[in-house]
């Protein structure tokens, strides 16, 4: 299995794939696979916890 990264806009562990797109249930934000990975975001980058 391959290890999805978390949303970057509420760092929700829960996303999943839709073809070339990843998917936020949380927060329904979408994003594609190829924009995060140019990004690189740090894991330990310090996102706001909306709860
Ligand atoms: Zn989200």
Redesign the pocket.
């Known amino acids: 299995m391959s290890t999805l990264p978390p949303?970057p806009?509420?760092?929700?562990a829960f996303?999943y794939e839709d073809g070339a797109m990843l998917i936020?249930p949380?927060?329904?934000?979408e994003w594609s696979k190829e924009a995060a990975s140019e990004t690189d975001l740090p894991p330990e980058n310090s996102l706001p916890r909306v709860a």
Do not use: I, P
Not at 9 to 12: L, M, V
Not at 26 to 29: K, P
């Open positions: 949303c806009q509420c760092g929700s996303t936020c949380e927060c329904a934000h």
